[in-house]
T-cell receptor
Framework: AQSVTQLGSHVSVSEGALVLLRCNYS??????LFWYVQYPNQGLQLLLK??????LVKGINGFEAEFKKSETSFHLTKPSAHMSDAAEYFC????????????FGTGTRLQVTL | EAGVTQFPSHSVIEKGQTVTLRCDPI?????LYWYRRVMGKEIKFLLH????????ESGMPNNRFLAERTGGTYSTLKVQPAELEDSGVYFC????????????FGQGTRLTVV
């Protein structure tokens, strides 16, 4: 079985501050890990993904995430928040061998303040 | 290139009525997925089509839900009769490969059952 835990349903940062959204996973086999973002009134958009290559993954809009097997984590970071980053972010996992089925976390809503 | 399109964007129906949601995947994508997010909870997998065949329907909540993909193009998800707990956002996604590493999501259909 696989699962994802996102710590913090709401995160607020100041514009220009570091963004850190936490994700821990559980998987009995090597996972593929994803971060999706949902902007208001839009669908889910893939930010980045880890598929067993480099552990530090760079995505769109300046976001990156690091796969840490020892900590079973895949936290999302961005050095400097912009107002346009305000959205809901979802971490998701696929366990290799169980093709097609994404398991999502509960989501973290990011608020960026002036 | 058009993305994944879902109709309608919003639907409000009374308990006991029938609603049909539609998803048009990206052209050429054989794999089509339905997910659902009940308010405040995680996005959950419902089912997966490969062309017109149901590959995995383990996430379908009960027999009030019927998904079809005739001809392997667009898909419909019918809820009959709708119950209050069916309210939520229904997402459709499509991908070329079955490993879901490049799944593209639609904007979702927000269903409210009153």
């Amino acid at each position: 079985a696989q699962s994802v835990t996102q710590l913090g349903s709401h995160v607020s940062v100041s514009e220009g501050a570091l963004v850190l959204l936490r994700c821990n996973y559980s998987s009995s086999v090597p996972p593929y890990l994803f971060w999706y973002v949902q902007y208001p009134n839009q669908g889910l958009q893939l930010l980045l993904k880890y598929t067993s290559a480099a552990t530090l993954v760079k995505g769109i809009n300046g976001f990156e995430a690091e796969f840490k097997k020892s900590e079973t984590s895949f936290h999302l970071t961005k050095p400097s928040a912009h107002m346009s980053d305000a959205a809901e972010y979802f971490c998701a996992v696929i366990s290799t061998g169980t093709a097609s089925k994404l398991t999502f976390g509960t989501g973290t809503r990011l608020q960026v303040t002036l | 290139e058009a993305g994944v399109t879902q109709f309608p964007s919003h639907s409000v129906i009374e308990k006991g009525q029938t609603v049909t949601l539609r998803c048009d995947p990206i052209s050429g994508h054989d794999n089509l997925y339905w997910y659902r997010r009940v308010m405040g909870k995680e996005i959950k997998f419902l089912l997966h089509f490969v062309k017109e065949s149901k590959q995995d329907e383990s996430g379908m909540p009960n027999n009030r839900f019927l998904a079809e993909r005739t001809g392997g193009t667009y898909s419909t998800l019918k809820v009959q009769p709708a119950e209050l707990e069916d309210s939520g956002v229904y997402f459709c996604a499509s991908s070329q490969t079955a490993m879901n590493t490049e799944a593209f999501f639609g904007q979702g259909t927000r269903l409210t059952v009153v």
